[in-house]
T-cell receptor, first 113, second 112 residues
Framework: AQSVSQHNHHVILSEAASLELGCNYS??????LFWYVQYPGQHLQLLLK??????LVKGIKGFEAEFIKSKFSFNLRKPSVQWSDTAEYFC???????????FGQGTTLQVKP | DTAVSQTPKYLVTQMGNDKSIKCEQN?????MYWYKQDSKKFLKIMFS???????INETVPNRFSPKSPDKAHLNLHINSLELGDSAVYFC???????????FGPGTRLTVL
């Protein structure tokens, strides 16, 4: 069965620090990969996605992620976080053409001003 | 202009009641979904419809019944509500299976 694991459950950073959130998945087939963000009290918004092509994808608000197929990983990065990045971050995997989006447990990011 | 909308935003009800949550998308998507987010913020898919046909039905109590009157709407009806049903329920839609899913604002259900 597919599963997604996010290594960091709660991350606390100061503004301007660099961020990397780990995400690994278990599925042998072709997948689509996503990072979603949920700001306090709001719905999930798409940060970025990978379907195919360049494994380094850029998303909104300066976020990027790198797909490493051999490691089944899709880590999220941002060189310099802001207080407004405080939110819950979810990695998600969709086996191609099933529509079944499997989410990781989520990482709570707290950025101190 | 809201792409995926849900009503109501909040729902507080007593155990044993029956309630419905409505979802509408104006994106012209073919596929719609219901997810449950528990108190630990874990998200799990419940159902998915593609062009009004049920395509995903996870291990969900049969007290939960989705209904899709047309491909722009997917409603969730819950019978005999239990305390454990308290959660945030998110509707989502995508152009087709495997494509990016866009989420609604969520419905916070509290069962007393």
């Amino acid at each position: 069965a597919q599963s997604v694991s996010q290594h960091n459950h709660h991350v606390i950073l100061s503004e301007a620090a660099s961020l990397e959130l780990g995400c690994n998945y278990s599925y042998g087939g072709t997948v689509n990969l996503f990072w979603y963000v949920q700001y306090p009290g709001q719905h999930l918004q798409l940060l970025l996605k990978y379907f195919s092509g360049d494994p380094l994808v850029k998303g909104i608000k300066g976020f990027e992620a790198e797909f490493i197929k051999s490691k089944f990983s899709f880590n999220l990065r941002k060189p310099s976080v802001q207080w407004s990045d405080t939110a819950e971050y979810f990695c998600a995997v969709n086996a191609r053409n099933t529509g079944k989006l499997i989410f990781g447990q989520g990482t709570t990011l707290q950025v101190k001003p | 202009d809201t792409a995926v909308s849900q009503t109501p935003k909040y729902l507080v009800t007593q155990m044993g009641n029956d309630k419905s949550i409505k979802c509408e998308q104006n994106l012209g998507h073919d596929t719609m979904y219901w997810y449950k987010q528990d108190s630990k913020k874990f998200l799990k898919i419940m159902f998915s419809y593609n062009n009004k046909e049920l395509i995903i039905n996870e291990t969900v109590p049969n007290r939960f019944s989705p209904k899709s009157p047309d491909k722009a709407h997917l409603n969730l009806h819950i019978n005999s509500l239990e305390l454990g049903d308290s959660a945030v329920y998110f509707c989502a839609s995508s152009r087709n299976r495997g494509d990016t899913q866009y989420f609604g604002p969520g419905t916070r259900l509290t069962v007393l």
